[in-house]
């Protein structure tokens, strides 16, 4: 198996994505454990990949549609799920109603996120790259999920259940605004 071919799919770039995907779906185990701070470690983990990936494609010119392809399902996976899930089971809600309303607003956080990437990928070109992201890239959104985590669970600032929802949606909103952010 030759790691540099461009036709195989487990080249080293996509196997960078693969690796990336195995740290998403090891996180959300450890949400589901309440181990959230390993999750949030494997999350980070997951983003050094993200960007190591698309860079490997790049220098060693591996970049194709089924790259571009498997890095949108590992950003769902890593950047919109795993930090959805993990923040909203790490809030401590015990109204019924509370928590129906505030995991709908993470169904919609994890809904525009999917829709990001989908039209994200209808635009991309393999191995091109963009000045700037028109809306807030998946894993600037999870990164300020897990802001929110911080806020709530390490510094006690947000409390409230609905504030975190509102903030949510706010973010998720974002994910399709025309707010354009720079590409790293």
Same mark, same amino acid.
């Given at each position: !198996? #030759?790691?540099?071919?461009? #036709?195989?799919?487990?080249?080293?770039?996509?196997?960078?994505?693969?690796?990336?995907?195995?740290?998403?779906?090891?996180?959300?185990?450890?949400?589901?454990?309440?181990?959230?701070?390993?999750?949030?470690?494997?999350?980070?983990?997951?983003?050094?990949?993200?960007?190591?990936?698309?860079?490997?494609?790049?220098?060693?010119?591996?970049?194709?549609?089924? $790259?571009?392809?498997?890095?949108?399902?590992?950003?769902?996976?890593?950047?919109? +799920? !795993?930090?959805?899930?993990? *923040?909203?089971?790490?809030?401590?809600?015990?109204? $019924?109603?509370?928590?129906? +309303?505030?995991?709908?607003?993470?169904?919609?956080?994890?809904?525009?996120?999917?829709?990001?990437?989908?039209?994200?990928?209808?635009?991309?070109?393999?191995?091109?790259?963009?000045?700037?992201?028109?809306?807030?890239?998946?894993?600037?959104?999870?990164?300020?999920?897990?802001?929110?985590?911080?806020?709530?669970?390490?510094?006690?600032?947000?409390?409230?259940?609905?504030?975190?929802?509102? *903030?949510?949606?706010? +973010?998720?909103?974002?994910?399709?605004?025309?707010?354009?952010?720079?590409?790293?």
């Amino acid at each position: !198996m #030759n790691l540099y071919d461009k #036709n195989n799919h487990f080249n080293l770039a996509n196997s960078i994505t693969f690796a990336n995907v195995a740290c998403g779906t090891i996180a959300l185990y450890f949400v589901t454990q309440k181990e959230f701070l390993v999750a949030i470690i494997l999350a980070w983990i997951a983003g050094a990949l993200d960007i190591a990936d698309g860079k490997v494609a790049r220098k060693y010119k591996l970049s194709t549609e089924f $790259g571009v392809q498997l890095d949108s399902f590992a950003d769902f996976l890593s950047f919109v +799920i !795993m930090p959805a899930f993990l *923040l909203f089971y790490s809030l401590e809600i015990s109204s $019924g109603f509370t928590k129906l +309303i505030v995991g709908l607003v993470f169904v919609y956080y994890i809904i525009s996120g999917l829709r990001r990437l989908v039209a994200f990928n209808l635009k991309t070109d393999a191995g091109s790259v963009s000045k700037y992201f028109e809306g807030v890239p998946t894993p600037l959104g999870a990164i300020l999920l897990w802001v929110l985590y911080l806020l709530s669970h390490t510094f006690g600032l947000l409390t409230s259940p609905w504030l975190i929802a509102v *903030l949510v949606a706010i +973010i998720g909103w974002l994910l399709n605004s025309k707010v354009k952010v720079p590409h790293p």
